[in-house]
Each structure stands twice: as C-alpha cells, then as structure tokens.
C-alpha cells in the first residue's frame, strides 16, 4: 500500500514535467517562427507592395500565380523524384507542404536561401520512417542539383548580361569579382561528378576539419548521407537527370514568370534582358539578408535604368516578387507551425 503510494504520485510528477516541457517546446517553436515572420515583415513596404498589386489586372494576378505554383510544383518534382526512387509512395502533394515549410524558414532567416533543410529530413522521418541518413542523402542530392541549376542560369545569365551591356556599364573589375563566385557555384558539378566516381568530398572535409574531435553522431551522418548520395548517382541515372531536368523546368517557369511581371508593368524586355536581370536577382538572394532585403531592390532599379526604363519599374518588379514570397513564406511558416508536433 505504502509502496503504490510513492509510485503513484511520482508517476504525476513525470506526466507533469512531460507536460510542461511538451507545452514549453510548442510555445518556443511558435515564437521562433512568429519572430522570423516579424523580423521580415518589420522592414518591408507592405503598403506599397498593395499599390503595386493594384496595377495588375485580374488575369494577370492568376497568371503570376499559375506560374508561381508551376515552379513549386517543379521544385518538389525535383525531390520527390530522388525520393521516389528509393522510397516508393510518398505522396506528392505531401512533400508540396513540406517544400512550403522548409522555403519559409530559408527565406526569412539571414542567408543565402538555406536553412531550412533539417526540416525535410524531420518531416520525412517522422511521417514515413526514412532512415535519418537516408532522408539527408535525398536532401544532399537535391541541394546539388538546385544549385546545379542555379550555375547554369548563372553562366546563361552572365553571358547575357555581357551581351546586352549591363556588366559593362560598370568597370572590368566588377566582372573579376563575380568569378570567385562563379567558381564556388561550379562546386556542385564537380560534387556530383566526384559522387559518381566514388568520391566524397564532403566527409574528407569533415574529418579533415574535426580529425582531433570524438567522432560524433552528425559527423557518421554525414558521411553515411554522403555514400548513400554517392550510390544514388550511379544506381539511378535516369531518375538524376529527371529531377535535374525538373530543376531547370522551375528556372524557365521563373523567367517566364519574371518576364510577365516586366511586361505587365510595361517593361517589354528581350529574353536576353531578362535572363540578365533575373540573374541580378539571384546575386541579390545570394546575399546574407533575410530574403536579400534591400539587396534586391538595388538590383532590380540597376537593371530597369540600365535598360532604359525608370527605377519605378525595377521597384515595381521588386515589390511583386517580394509579394510572391512572402505569400509563399508565410504560408510556409504557417504549414511548418502546424506540422510540428512534438511527440
């Protein structure tokens, strides 16, 4: 009697505590994500993201929006095509909300549009039983060949850039300093040819920068995550090149995307116009600001006036993509703080 006495009030004590960090661990995550969301929102013209909207007319709207959805479709094609193709019967419009979540927590977080990324792999270990080194290697492969695709549009974008005038408005020096960059963007071709071949270059620079620490769970699952992204580039060739594939299909959905929005604030501009100013923007995004606030209004006004159009027109264009993401983000922010249940 005595005995299930001291039990019973010691097993409320636990279910207690269980419950209050429970609750605290909720209330932390919904903070986080409400900050992340205010920090963005705090700097940013909303009224004259509206007064730019009230230009467009209705189909126009549901143009841009179709597109919108068009590259998001895409983006998670990407993934869920290296998904599928070890992990058979993930649904699609599943991973959709996943790839909402994971894009709000990149873009309103300082960086170049990363971030997020440990969310997909919790997403899929905890609603699908992915091994958690087997979900990272699905997240490896489909962060190389995202910037695979962003390489690519790089180099198109630069050499339009040069062909249209808009490097060289400035100085040669401001060519010289985009090529340190482009040598750190050509680093995911080299990364997957190296997979390919049975190289890992990830875990070398792992044990290379921590030889002298304990081995520690991350540094084994990095290296496990590596091989396995290795084995998936040579097992799966065909299901690579279709979700590089797909990732190239969201970049040409962005130019069209960027080019309506141009035209639509009557900008009539070239395809090589456009690939140039849509690269201006990525340099913008590549910036450590959250959303490359700022950096991508700077961009967008450089470009229109060195076109010949009035710096209205690059704001115009700025305050329509920054509306789509922040559409995008805050949704995403919204999907992820209802998607995280804490067990």
Same mark, same amino acid.
């Given at each position: 009697m005595n005995l299930r006495?001291?039990?019973?009030?010691?097993?409320?004590?636990?279910?207690r505590r269980e419950n209050f960090f429970r609750v605290f661990r909720v209330f932390v995550i919904y903070a986080i994500l409400a900050l992340l969301l205010w920090w963005a929102l705090r700097t940013v013209p909303l009224i004259d993201i509206w007064e730019a909207l009230r230009q467009l007319k209705l189909w126009q709207i549901g143009t841009l929006l179709g597109l919108n959805i068009l590259v998001l479709a895409a983006m998670t094609a990407r993934?869920?095509?290296? %998904?599928? @193709?070890?992990?058979?019967?993930?649904?699609? +419009?599943? +991973?959709?909300?996943y790839r909402l979540a994971v894009f709000g927590l990149s873009y309103f977080t300082p960086g170049p549009q990363v971030g997020g990324e440990p969310l997909q792999v919790i997403y899929l270990r905890r609603d699908y039983g992915v091994s958690f080194a087997r979900a990272t290697a699905a997240v490896i492969m489909d962060k190389l060949l995202e910037f695979?695709?962003?390489?690519? *549009? *790089?180099?198109?974008?630069l050499t339009a850039a040069v062909r249209v005038g808009l490097i060289t408005r400035g100085s040669t020096q401001a060519i010289g300093s985009l090529i340190p960059l482009a040598a750190i963007?050509?680093?995911p071709l080299i990364h997957l040819v190296s997979l390919y071949?049975? &190289?890992?270059? %990830?875990? #070398?620079?792992?044990? @290379?920068?921590?030889?002298? @620490?304990? &081995?520690?769970?991350?540094?084994? %699952?990095?290296?496990?995550?590596?091989?396995?992204?290795?084995?998936?580039?040579?097992?799966?060739?065909?299901? =690579? =090149?279709?979700? *590089?594939?797909?990732? *190239? =299909?969201?970049? #040409?959905?962005?130019? #069209?995307?960027?080019?309506?929005?141009?035209?639509?604030l009557q900008a009539q501009l070239t395809g090589e116009q456009t690939l140039a100013a849509l690269t201006a923007a990525l340099f913008a995004f590549l910036m450590p600001l959250p959303g490359g606030l700022g950096a991508l209004e700077a961009s967008q006004v450089y470009v229109m006036t060195a076109f010949g159009h009035t710096a209205a027109i690059g704001i115009g264009i700025s305050l329509l993509m920054r509306a789509r993401d922040i559409l995008n983000g805050g949704l995403g922010l919204l999907l992820a703080s209802r998607g995280i249940r804490v067990q």
């Open positions: 006495s001291e039990i019973f009030p010691t097993e409320i004590r636990r279910t993934w869920w095509t290296i %998904l599928n @193709a070890e992990n058979p019967g993930i649904p699609f +419009l599943k +991973l959709v909300r695979l695709a962003n390489f690519i *549009l *790089l180099a198109v974008g963007l050509l680093w071949r049975g &190289k890992y270059p %990830l875990s #070398a620079l792992v044990r @290379a920068a921590f030889s002298s @620490a304990k &081995k520690q769970k991350w540094m084994r %699952l990095v290296v496990v995550s590596e091989r396995m992204a290795g084995s998936f580039t040579r097992r799966h060739p065909r299901a =690579l =090149l279709a979700a *590089l594939g797909f990732s *190239l =299909l969201a970049w #040409a959905g962005m130019a #069209a995307e960027y080019f309506m929005m141009a035209g639509f």
